[in-house]
């Protein structure tokens, strides 16, 4: 987190933009946790990547899609769409320390042809899952455009690694993210090494991008196109969620 940045491969060489997708889902949770709180967040969010019996309806846990999408209905739902993701973006941007864009394209695509992630917006809205006076349509046109944020090899790794320096980019030292800590905890509890004694925060997107944090001491990004389907429903890269848990299993990280 001293801000020395080392890149390797053809994807960081070309300075290629790759959809985030769930990458961004931190944010979303550490934003989510500052305005309403823990305790609000904990009832429509668990910990838990597989299924278990629970006093009320709610996501498993924030990195699914199901987590996504609440997470995206606990965005300053007072405001309009446009100034939310406005918002979302703005944060982003201050982490990875470079002024992101969006993919039309992947938006429109999304928002058109996701009918699996449309039919669960609605059923975790019947289901009592989203907070109260959340409108479905809302929370998905979020939900699809925070997903269509961009950002390069290089970027992504330093929005990891400034995610674990408590809010603040590694490479500007510029202003804070508030409660990233607690979006970087989750990581770790649901995140790829989650049934690992060495639980490293880390989180994979079906792009193919993942990150990992280490806390005040360093963020790494990883892409590799190779799509593969997780025991828990996860689409990530195959190879850089193995780089992952091979790096977590060799090094030991208090």
């Known amino acids: 987190v001293d801000g020395q940045v080392f890149t ?42 597989r299924p278990s019996d629970q006093a009320a309806p709610k996501a ?3 990195w699914s899609t ?3 999408i609440t997470l995206c209905s606990m965005q300053n739902s007072n405001i309009p769409s446009w100034q939310r993701i406005l918002g979302l973006i703005e944060k982003a941007s201050v982490l990875a320390n470079t002024q992101l864009g969006s993919s039309i394209p992947e938006y ?25 006076g959340v409108r479905v349509n809302d ?15 290089q970027n992504a790794a330093i929005y990891a690694a400034s995610l674990g320096n408590d809010g603040v980019c590694v490479t500007a030292q510029n202003k804070k993210i508030p409660s990233t800590k607690a979006a970087v905890s989750m990581m770790s509890l649901c995140g790829l090494c989650s049934d690992l004694p060495n639980k ?11 990150i990992l944090t280490i806390p005040k001491v360093l963020g790494m990004a990883i892409y590799s196109p190779q799509i593969v389907a997780h025991s828990s429903g996860e689409l990530n890269s195959s190879i850089g969620a193995e780089f992952i848990r091979h790096f977590s299993s060799k090094y030991k990280f208090k």
């Open 200 to 210: 490293i925060p880390s989180i994979g997107a079906s792009s193919g991008l993942c």
């Open 139 to 153: 929370a998905m046109d979020l939900f699809f455009q925070v997903n269509s944020l961009q950002m390069s090899i």
């Open 8 to 49: 390797h491969g053809s994807i960081a060489a070309e300075g290629e933009t790759l959809t985030a997708h769930s990458v961004v889902w931190p944010l979303l949770f550490a934003s989510a946790n500052q305005e309403h709180g823990a305790d609000t967040l904990a009832k429509h969010i668990g910990k838990e990547k």
């Open 108 to 132: 429109l695509k999304s928002q058109t042809s996701s009918d699996a992630s449309w039919a669960l917006g609605y059923s975790l809205k019947a289901s009592g899952c989203l907070p109260d």
């Open 60 to 62: 498993n846990y924030p």
């Open 66 to 68: 199901a987590g996504g």
